[in-house]
């Protein structure tokens, strides 16, 4: 008994090193230099979005804030972007780009 009481006591010791290992990465500051809108609609939402996956966006003029709210909350299939993925300066910058953007012609779908 006494040996397995060791081995969950080191078992939960490294469980609790290895979650504070995550939650300082999770946690960890995005870029010092903010991406351009542009290129993060084109490397993260694009991805989906105009690609017969997600719904067009561009040229829909849809309010900045509930495109804000959208990305952190990712609804339906969508999923969730944290700060340390699209950090909020980048995410004010393009759902301001989305909102007043134009539709792109090459982009299919719904």
Not at 39 to 63: F, R, S
Not at 64 to 71: D, L
Not at 86 to 94: K, P, R
Request: hydrophobic share 35%.
């Amino acid at each position: 008994m006494y040996s397995f009481i060791k081995t969950l006591r080191s078992v939960l010791r490294c469980s609790g090193f290895a979650l504070l290992a995550v939650n300082a990465m999770a946690s960890s500051p995005p870029s010092a230099t903010p991406r351009d809108a542009e290129q993060v609609y084109d490397t993260v939402c694009g991805y989906c979005h105009g690609k017969n996956v997600g719904p067009i966006i561009l040229g829909k003029q849809l309010p900045a804030e509930y495109i804000r709210s959208m990305v952190r909350s990712g609804p339906n299939g969508m999923p969730a972007f944290r700060p340390t993925e699209i950090s909020d300066t980048e995410l004010v910058a393009l759902a301001e780009w989305i909102s007043e953007s134009d539709r792109a012609h090459e982009e299919y779908g719904q």
